[in-house]
């Protein structure tokens, strides 16, 4: 079993964000985005939860299904985008905050690493305890055991991990949607190079076209030219004969 879980670990869709089982390690989407991609090509970022997973239209399909359950989407309490469905229920809501499905899913993985943390702390601080009962025993001050490990649980202290685990998991978050935009930007300036790469080449064929056609039509000319110039040579000689023939028709007696 481990084995499997080491090679096909669980990882995140790059575009719809959705946990799944990688197969190889060179897949970094999911299949139902793969299906998605081969259908209707590479997606865009959605209008309001800016995932990129917006195969048809500007919204992905987890942002069009709630719009039409739920209604237009308000603003995430956490990460502050247009994109939280509000369902009318408190029970759905995360500590009665209104948030949006990513950051639902990062709020759950806080408070799932915070409680993995309070238990391990609280099973090393019973072991503690004992290691300190014992020594307060053979201590010969009282002033070691006025110390309850307890206290540390309740402390301002271990919030912090709260704290910390939250933050870093926004700044995984941000880099992440960082790394999309990244990725979005390098997406159009290849395009806008493609698009100036297509550009020059249509000009370049369209200049050499009209040097061709102004060749031809030089050429043309030329040539009409030297057929008129031929043609008034032989318009003169005819002139030129038939006022001979004239003139020497009254010459003869």
């Given amino acids: 079993m481990t084995e499997c879980r080491i090679a096909h670990p669980v990882v995140k869709c790059t575009y719809c964000r959705t946990e799944y089982q990688q197969e190889s390690k060179t897949s970094t989407i999911c299949k139902k985005c793969a299906q998605n991609v081969q259908l209707y090509g590479t ?18 399909q987890r942002c069009t299904n709630s719009e039409k359950k739920y209604g237009p989407p308000y603003s995430c309490e956490q990460c502050k985008q247009q994109c939280a469905f509000d369902r009318k229920d408190d029970r759905k809501k995360v500590d009665g905050k209104l948030l949006c499905w990513l950051c639902t899913l990062s709020y759950k993985r806080v408070l799932q690493k915070t409680k993995e943390q309070r238990k391990h702390l609280s099973s090393s601080s019973r072991a503690s305890h004992q ?15 006025s110390f309850s490990p307890d206290l540390a649980l309740d402390s301002p202290g271990t919030d912090h991990f709260v704290i910390i685990a939250q933050l870093k998991e926004e700044v995984a978050t941000l880099k992440k949607m960082l790394h999309q935009k990244d990725q979005m930007i390098l997406e159009k300036e290849k395009k806008i190079t493609e698009l100036k ?16 056609m102004e060749k031809t039509h030089k050429e043309v000319t030329e040539q009409l030219q030297a057929k008129n110039r031929e043609l008034l040579k032989q318009a003169a000689a005819l002139s030129k004969s038939k006022k001979l023939e004239k003139s020497g028709a009254i010459t003869s007696p």
């Fill in 131 to 145: 290691e300190k009962e014992q020594y307060s025993r053979l201590s010969s001050g009282s002033h070691y055991n």
């Fill in 43 to 60: 997606p865009k970022p959605c209008q309001y939860c800016n995932i990129i997973a917006a195969f048809i239209g500007n919204k992905c």
């Fill in 197 to 212: 790469a297509d550009f020059q080449y249509q000009e370049s064929q369209m200049r050499a076209k009209m040097n061709q």
